[in-house]
């Protein structure tokens, strides 16, 4: 009976251990899967630290290949990579077994991704807006060029219309002749007298034309008698007119009343000056225009 007793509790002892061992070995190898688990998972999180700090300088070299030319939009790009660069900086500082803070930084990335695609449109939308606007102002800047032309062309063809009505209306002088005289105290008359020496006064005769364009009323002729050494007959120093914007010095002058008609005119010149002998030149201006113009040459 004991035999039998010690025999049973033996086997029951052979049971358990046998069970132990079972429950043991399970515990075993479930440890052991999950530390397989774990080594996978902590490989998987250290691949995931490395992805994401590729991915971070990945995105701060897509930055650096946007070009932008607008101030405000240049500004966020900046911001951008800064954070970009802090961001990095802290990955470095994070545990690569840190699973969660790796999600997070994960999640950044993708964010700061989805906001670099957001940017690149808004400048692409920036830069067509920038080209059309260009074209714009190109396509106004070559009407106002085109409208400026066409207006300086109808103030030419104006200016030119006043020069020819001008021109029109200037009354030239006609058969003009300049004749030198000398006194003849003896008979109380003057005889023509070609010698420089013996020229005591000069007149000079001509016509002026009918011209219905121009506007009748008072008018005053000045005459210039200029010497061959180019020296201007001149009996009074305040004998001044302007012509052309310059200041000239005239010989006589003669008023006249023109009504548009040929009126026929005689200046005369006492001569108070030494003559030369030689080519003398005579001009006649009237209302800013040169009118005529005639020579006569003493001996």
């Known amino acids: 009976m ?23 070995g399970y515990y075993l190898v479930e440890m052991n899967r999950d530390y397989e688990e774990l080594q996978t998972e902590l490989s998987e999180t250290v691949s995931a630290k490395d992805l994401i700090a590729e991915d971070l300088q990945e995105l701060y070299a897509d930055y650096d290949t946007i070009e932008v030319k607008n101030d405000s939009m240049a500004k966020k790009l900046d911001e951008e990579k800064e954070k970009i660069s802090v961001l990095l900086e802290e990955l470095k500082s994070v545990k690569a077994n840190n699973a969660g803070i790796i999600r997070k930084y994960k999640d950044e990335v993708e964010t700061m991704r989805s906001i670099m695609k957001s ?33 300086d062309e ?10 020819t009505v001008e021109k029109a209306a200037m009354i030239k002088a006609t058969n003009i002749v300049s004749q030198p005289y000398k006194k003849d105290n003896f008979f109380s008359s003057d005889r023509e007298a070609d010698k420089a020496g013996k020229v005591d006064k000069i007149n000079t005769s001509f016509t002026l034309i009918e011209n219905r364009i121009a506007e009748p009323g008072p008018r005053t002729i000045y005459l210039r008698f200029i010497r061959p050494d180019g020296y201007v007959l001149v009996n009074d120093d305040n004998n001044i007119f302007t012509y052309e914007e310059e ?11 023109y009504d548009g008609n040929f009126l026929d005119v005689v200046i ?8 030369l002998a030689g080519k003398y030149t005579v001009e006649l201006y009237m209302d800013g225009y040169k009118i005529g113009t005639t020579d006569f040459t003493l001996n």
Request: no cysteine; proline share 0%; hydrophobic share 40%.
């Open 2 to 24: 004991d035999n039998k007793k010690k025999t049973n509790l033996l086997l029951l002892l052979i049971i358990v251990m046998v069970v132990a061992i079972g429950i043991a």
């Open 247 to 257: 200041n000239l010095a005239y010989s006589a002058s003669r008023d006249i009343q």
């Open 268 to 275: 005369y010149y006492d001569v108070q000056q030494t003559l």
């Open 119 to 151: 940017y690149v449109y808004q400048i692409d939308s920036l830069n067509q807006l920038n080209t059309k606007l260009i074209a714009e102002s190109n396509e106004v800047r070559e009407h106002n060029l085109r409208i400026k032309n066409e207006m």
């Open 154 to 163: 109808v103030i030419n063809k104006n200016d030119e219309l006043e020069l």
